[in-house]
């Protein structure tokens, strides 16, 4: 039965008997979602039912390929390593997955040495060559530490491996189709995993400080902001101050990219477009200073 996982290219079901394991099954445009509307394409329907727009077609086809590519390169390139969760079996006919589960969401727990362990991250994939995409929180999650003092290890149980020329040619395309993104961003600790920004989704850097907040004069979105369970760990190393000058560069880098992404989500929706999602309020083009940079 589905562990209550379904995501836009993959549904996870658990194992009878297995707690450990999952089965991550990989679909086909229309079959387990059918709504785009989450990537702001220039066309008029953003759906896959009875009918399916072909760019949509093959948007999520060049998707479902690299989606299935990383975890053939995960078993060939990362199976020693601690960040990602162990792929069991491999059926590429059917496209499903075999997978390690982890259980633990990130926002639930908290481990001191989190930012050393994006560090790990980093450094994998800088020797192997690789660039993480899909990296916003929700694509992490714990797993038991498996060291002695460890309590937890974060793992990547999402997203996409990407070598450089195929970073290039996605950044290249992501940029000039969705209208809703305003960029990437790096992560803190590992600047080879990124996300696109477009929305207020749950980023890593909110995770490791321990709160978050979406700069918008939307009533429904203002002052709604929220702790997680690293906000006195980050607080007792000394917060934002403590950080080095790259990581803390990310950190602001986000602060200006969530102001320039709810302005735009404004804009667009002032221009008659995201007509599938709830409408915007009054775009505000204040600069974030003060305690919202702390």
Known sequence: MPTGNKGVWSTQYHVPGGPSSMVKQFHLAGYGHKDYNHVQFPIPYCYCDSVCPLVL????????????????????????????????????TNRRVLVQRAAHQITK???PDL???????????QAKRFYLDGCHARNWMWLPGSGPG?????????????SQTEYWFAHFLVSRMDMKNVGIIPLPG??????????????????????????????????RSRTYACLPTFAASGGRH?????????????????????????????????????PYGACSLAVLEG???K
Not at 60 to 65: A, F
Not at 116 to 125: C, F, H, K, N
Not at 150 to 162: K, P, Q
Not at 248 to 275: H, I, P
């Open 109 to 111: 727990s908290c481990a």
């Open 242 to 278: 403590a950080l080095d000058l790259r990581d803390a560069e990310v950190f602001e880098l986000y602060d200006r990219k969530a102001l320039q992404a709810s302005n735009n989500l404004c804009q667009l929706a002032a221009g008659g477009y995201l007509l599938h999602h709830r």
């Open 115 to 125: 930012l050393d362990q994006l560090r790990v991250v980093g450094a994998e994939l």
């Open 150 to 162: 460890e309590t937890l290890r974060v793992v990547a149980i999402d997203g996409e491996l990407y």
């Open 190 to 223: 590992c600047h080879r995993c990124y996300h696109w920004f477009d929305g207020p989704r749950l980023s890593m850097k909110q995770v490791l400080e321990g709160r978050s907040s979406w700069p918008s004069a939307d009533t429904a979105y203002k002052n």
């Open 57 to 92: 077609l093959i948007v999520h086809q060049v998707c479902l390929y690299y989606q299935m590519g990383t975890q053939v390169r995960i078993v060939t390139h990362f199976a020693t390593s601690q960040h990602f969760p162990a792929i069991r079996e491999i059926d590429i």
């Open 291 to 293: 305690d919202d940079l």
